[in-house]
């Protein structure tokens, strides 16, 4: 050891220390006798006890200096040190005083200093010290003390360090405990002795806290900095890292198999036996310990026909055990790359584990384990291409090239976050302007030059094997930071979206949201097969009013007369279309559809276009928020979808006169998955994430599946000496606190409570949620009136079906039901054919034409669907002021048509329970007839005013006449 500093103005004393410049003099002279005292001592005792001692470097220095004075000690005397020279300078009353394992003269950063070990500061309370040691994952430290907040742990190295390598084996120590202060890790910081005066907010309090040999022997730290440390491991998932419990729990197992692990890392054994056969001819099992002390084992025996065999250590632990592995299916050095999404996945991974306020400090030092542990596996995977080609691996990239390599990736010159969108099912970088675009080839392959972004942010670009320029010389290899050419082939399958090749060019598939969304998180996980990252990236928080309650506001502005809705429910239902979005990302295909209906010139389009626009502003982009439902033709439809991207409405403008609209919302309204088909690009099945919007000054169609699908909004003009252009600049204007306000009620409550709904009904779960949630009331569930079907079905049975009905019945069988076997039934083809004939029902029975479409029109106009699933005897319908009954039969084939109390007489039933208890019986208004238009006068209405709906209307007309009828 060379004790010589060979510094200019340092003071190397006879007594064996050295005094840096700026040092106190008296507190030099007190260094200078203590150590004439301690090192004669110390020394002569460890000659007695051992021999060929190393002496290592500590640095000691007052608070009210800049200077070091530098003792060179035995390392067996560490504690004694610590110990003896606190009393002794608490004696002489110097306060504060500092201590380093490092050979320096300065307290300032000196990049030549010499590093002998590293002291981690522990600041969690502490009742035992040897237990908080016991329980983490590196072995015992030279010396250890209790302090007033926690502890603190010396560890000494084999060999002296420079300030890079120290960075990472005390990160390496920190990190396997929990509330290590991130100073540890700092070559500058220095930390009080164990007896000592401590200033605490002025005051100068006395510590005394003796210090503890535990360790004679220091640490490998060639073994300590190229492995990831167990704890940082098991934080960041993958293949299982032990424990330093579970870790002697499988040596034990493996001692008491008859094959021991070695106890030296980097050591292997072999065997004539493995963990599943006893005995073998020869010694076919290795047992290794790798240099992050995990064991494995390879066994190279047949077994049975099954080949080689292989036991990670945590396969052995479950072995030992019986406990099933818990491996998350991934290498987290291997399979995760260091590209940009590398490190944003192992970031992520990092800050669930830690909280405030030593989480930033803690995130960074897992990321720096992991880029340090990657390098030291690619150092060694480059030597392993070298073998293979049977040469001379000259130059070899150090671990800091590689970790530079791997900066660049991220964060160089070229830098450019490249991934595969799934929206837009592009490839897509974010390049250094945050600009995203599209990443397009030219010709067979991507251009190196034009695409230089590409490169440099993925692994094509790495260290390339050369030969070496002597031609003599044909067994040299030269490592060269270059971009890879065999990556040509990945980028090319990469452009498609293909999982694998992204994995290989460590391209992420990532969901970028471009709006708001309850209930999503930035999450980053790995796909367990293509090993491909896989990430989805919630729309940046809106920044809001934190005060300001957007139902409030809409209601003011209502009453004010500067909205144009009908009532003040309507108001709540705006509230409900602009929350709506919010819940997409959970309840795909359960948004439903928000209907505005007015006259023309009322303000439908304002309404459609300022949802969306609250949307658009708050998220302070320019992407579109909605897009145009699209009528032309199956294919225009897919590909209005596939461009619509980060959309959260769709528009359907006209909806009432646009010919074919009304199935189109009923389809795309009513299913999670719809398809989307790119130009020139492959179909694809896309989640029903969208709102629909939809508009139209006529009332929408007689269909229960729209009425059951949509919300209705009645809209109604305001004066025409208001703005509404100033009023959708004021709307406008509080976007972003709308939004934030609206996510804020909606995640108040969980996710279930919006998907685990009994009072929804047929309608979708959304909007029955958000009713409740904003206090709005919904109108009934209407369907289109089949009072004229039912008509000509009774009419058919009592004139046109002759004996049809008693001949059905005969034909009838028991499995046919008790209904087809006691009551005339009638088929519903030949009811069809006969009365599309007949001058009266010609109209209507031209429309059903087939069985199946009645069928059809039963169940999603009515509530025969109950009947069908069991859930009502028969369906009830009133015709000419008599109650029937009506069910198919005979696999609906027929039809059965009676009067209720007859019905019920012969099956045994009570009239009117045709439901479960306390549902109401069905009226024919209740089966879908149109709300009368709103009286305009004392009893009378124009006929000429278009009709509006209201929800007092659909709520009390069909109990008014059902009470008329009563009386």
């Known amino acids: 050891m060379n004790e010589d500093t060979n510094k200019s103005n340092n003071d190397v004393r006879p007594s064996g220390i050295v005094v840096g410049p700026d040092v106190p003099d008296d507190f030099a002279t007190f260094c200078d006798g203590f150590a004439v005292e301690f090192l004669g001592q110390a020394g002569g005792a460890a000659s007695e006890s051992s021999t060929g001692v190393e002496r290592v470097c500590v640095s000691v220095a007052p608070m009210v200096s800049n200077g070091c004075v530098v003792f ?4 067996p005397a560490l504690a004694a040190f610590f110990n003896r020279f606190g009393e002794a300078s608490k004696a002489l009353n110097f306060a504060d005083v500092q201590f380093w394992l490092q050979n320096r003269l300065t307290k300032r950063r000196d990049p030549g200093v010499e590093v002998y070990g590293a002291a981690i500061d522990y600041d969690l309370p502490v009742d035992d010290v040897l237990a908080v040691i016991a329980s983490s994952d590196v072995s015992n430290p030279t010396a250890a003390w209790k302090t007033q907040g926690g502890a603190k742990f010396c560890y000494l190295f084999d060999h002296p360090v420079k300030e890079e390598e120290f960075e990472i084996a005390a990160m390496h120590l920190a990190t396997s405990f929990d509330g290590v202060d991130p100073g540890s890790w700092e070559v500058t910081h220095g ?27 220091p640490l490998n730290i060639g073994e300590l900095t190229q492995a990831l440390p167990p704890r940082v491991h098991r934080l960041l998932g993958g293949k299982r890292a032990l424990s330093r419990a579970e870790r002697t729990r499988v040596d034990e197992y493996l001692s008491e198999r008859g094959i021991p692990a070695p106890e030296q890392c980097g050591e292997s054994l072999r065997y004539e036996r493995c963990p599943t056969v006893d005995h073998r001819d020869a010694k076919c099992c290795e047992v290794s310990r790798r240099l992050s002390g995990a064991v494995q084992i390879n066994c190279y025996a047949g077994h049975g026909g099954g080949g080689r065999k292989t036991w990670s250590e945590s396969e052995i632990f479950s072995l030992a055990t019986g406990e099933n592995s818990s491996d998350d299916g991934y290498d987290i050095i291997g399979d995760v790359p260091a590209t940009w999404a590398g490190y944003r996945f192992v970031e992520h991974k990092a800050k669930a584990a830690f909280k405030e306020p030593l989480a930033a400090d803690q995130v960074k030092a897992n990321i720096r384990l992991w880029e340090n542990a990657k390098a030291h596996a690619d150092a060694k995977r480059l030597e392993r291409w070298a073998d293979r080609e049977k040469a001379t691996l000259a130059d070899p990239p150090t671990i800091s090239d590689w970790e530079s390599l791997y900066r660049s990736r991220v964060s160089g010159r070229w830098s450019a976050r490249v991934y ?111 090993k491909q990252i896989v990430a989805v990236i919630p729309a940046p928080a809106t920044a809001g009013d934190a005060g300001f309650d957007a139902l409030p506001y809409f209601t003011q502005l209502w009453r004010a007369g500067r909205l144009p809705l ?10 409900m279309a602009i929350a709506s979005p919010l819940l ?126 949509a919300v209705m909004l009645t809209v109604a003009p305001v004066d025409a000496s208001v703005s509404l252009g100033a009023v959708r600049n004021e709307i406008l204007g509080h976007a972003a606190a709308i939004v934030a306000n609206l996510m804020s009620v909606i995640e108040i409550k969980p996710v279930e409570w919006y998907l685990d709904r009994t009072n929804a009904g047929s309608r979708p779960l959304i909007p029955a949620a958000l009713a409740d949630l904003f206090g709005a009331t919904l109108a009934e569930v209407r369907g289109r009136d089949l009072q004229e079907l039912f008509d000509g079905l009774l009419f058919y049975t009592s004139t046109l079906s002759a004996d049809e009905g008693d001949s059905q019945r005969k034909k009838a069988r028991e499995r046919d039901g008790k209904e087809a076997t006691v009551f005339p039934s009638y088929r519903l083809s030949h009811a069809i054919d006969a009365l599309r004939e007949h001058a009266g029902f010609k109209a209507v029975f031209g429309e059903f034409k087939t069985r ?66 306390q549902n109401p019986t069905i009226s024919n208004t209740e089966l879908g007839a149109s709300p009368r238009q709103p009286p305009t006068g004392e009893g009378e209405s124009d006929p000429n005013e278009p009709m509006r709906f209201s929800v007092d209307d659909l709520v009390t007309r069909p109990r008014q006449r059902a009470a008329g009828e009563k009386e």
């Open 191 to 217: 930390q009080h002795l164990p007896t000592a005066w401590k200033t605490v907010g002025g005051d100068v309090r006395g510590i005394q806290f003796p210090a503890t040999q535990l360790n004679n022997v």
């Open 584 to 709: 997409r990302e959970v309840a795909a295909g359960q948004l439903g559809l928000y209907w505005f209906i007015g006259p023309p010139g009322a303000g439908k389009d304002f309404l459609c276009e300022i949802v969306a626009d609250i949307y658009r502003r708050a998220a302070g982009t320019t992407g579109k928020a909605k897009f145009d439902l699209n009528l032309t033709d199956d294919l225009e439809l897919k590909r209005s979808f596939a461009a619509a991207g980060s959309a959260v409405f769709a528009r359907a403008k006209e909806a009432g006169k646009r010919a074919g609209m009304a199935e189109l919302l009923i389809r795309v309204a009513g299913t999670d998955q719809i398809s989307a088909r790119g130009l020139y690009k492959d179909e694809v099945e896309i989640p029903m994430t969208f709102t629909i919007l939809a508009d139209s000054a006529e009332d929408p169609p007689e269909r229960r599946e729209i009425s059951r699908r």
């Open 852 to 917: 199946r479409q009645v069928e059809m029109w039963l169940e999603r106009e009515t509530n025969y669907l109950d009947v069908k699933q069991g859930k009502r005897p028969y369906l009830r319908i009133e015709i000419d002021g008599t109650w029937f009954a009506f069910k198919l039969v005979r696999d609906k084939r027929n039809f059965v048509l009676v009067p209720e109390l007859k019905f019920c007489d012969a099956m045994g039933l009570e009239p009117a329970a045709s439901g479960p208890v």
């Open 420 to 530: 595969f969108d799934d929206a837009s099912r592009h490839l897509r970088l974010i390049a250094p302007n945050a600009d995203s675009v599209a990443v397009s080839a030219r010709g067979a392959t991507l251009s190196v030059t034009a695409n230089r972004h590409e490169w440099r942010a993925s692994l094509g670009y790495t260290y390339v094997l050369e030969k070496a320029p002597a031609e003599e010389d044909k067994s040299r290899l030269i490592a060269k930071r270059d971009c890879n050419r065999a990556f040509d082939s990945n980028w090319n399958k990469a452009m498609g979206g293909h999982p694998e090749h992204l994995a290989a060019l460590g391209v992420p598939r990532i969901r970028q949201l471009a709006f708001p969304a309850a209930f999503v998180h930035e999450s980053w996980r790995i796909e367990p097969n293509s």
């Open 566 to 575: 009908a009532t003040e429910n309507d108001v709540r239902l705006l509230l």
């Open 72 to 75: 060179f000690i035995p390392a």
